[in-house]
Every structure is written in C-alpha cells, then in structure tokens.
C-alpha cells in the first residue's frame, strides 16, 4: 500500500472518529499528530493525511455543499458516517489538490468504502465523486 493510500486510510479514520463522537475535527487532528509523533516510521502517511484533513477543515462548507448538490436525495445526515468522510476526502482531493489525478481520488475513495462501508457505498461514493468531478 502506498503512502498516499495509508494517509487517506488515516484521514478517513481522523474524520469518521470526528463525526462519530461529536468532536471537532481540529481537536481529533491533534490528538492524532501527538500519536503520530511516537511513531516517526509512519511520518510519510501521516503528512499527506494532515494535509488531506486540514484540506477538509478549511474547505468544509464548500464540500458539503459540493456532496449535497451531487447526492441526490441524500443529506449528509442520511449517509453512513464512513461515506459522508470519504466523500469529504474524495472531493478534496478532486477540487483542491491538482497533485492528485481526479481519476485516482475517486479510485481511492471508492476502494475504501468497499472495505469499510456498505455494500452499495463503493456505487454510491463513486457517483457523487464523478459528478463533482465533472462540475469542476
């Protein structure tokens, strides 16, 4: 596995963490870069999930925005926590990080949900994802 794919791995568990104890991510951020610090054989993924995470903080209302117009009829409430955070990820990587082909963001996204959500989320994130993509 790539250091790319193991930060989105640690971004994805920094944001469902986030969402699902009600913290607010810049708290759960720093509880992480303390962990992370004890553990300098990881710095390489750890960076590039700062990056991803600080991304979503700065940029969060204008991705949620991005997800509600292209999930059609699904709040972000109704989305399983996994979704709604790889969503998050995925269009990031899609709208502000021009490093990252939009072909590999939703790839990545996608393989993710496979293997921590629903059965439908790989479909589901992959949809959304591809219509931000071709709006931007």
Avoid: C
């Avoid at 699902?20 to 710095?43: I, T, Y």
């Avoid at 991304?55 to 926590?81: C, H, Y």
């Avoid at 393989?111 to 709006?135: M, N, P, Q, Y």
């Amino acid at each position: 596995m790539s250091a790319r794919s193991k930060a989105r791995k640690r971004a994805l568990d920094i944001l469902f963490q986030a969402d699902v104890r009600g913290e607010e991510l810049p708290v759960m951020l720093a509880v992480e870069a303390k962990r992370a610090a004890s553990e300098p054989d990881r710095q390489a993924s750890w960076l590039y999930a700062r990056d991803i995470v600080d991304g979503v903080i700065d940029n969060l209302e204008a991705i949620d925005e991005q997800i509600t117009t292209f999930a059609k009829d699904w709040s972000l409430q109704r989305m399983p926590a996994v979704d709604r955070a790889l969503l998050r990820i995925g269009a990031w990587e899609i709208l502000y990080n021009d490093e990252v082909p939009t072909a590999v963001a939703i790839d990545e996204a996608v393989e993710l949900a496979k293997e921590f959500s629903t059965d439908d989320s790989g479909s589901f994130v992959h949809g959304v994802l591809a219509r931000i993509a071709r709006s931007s």
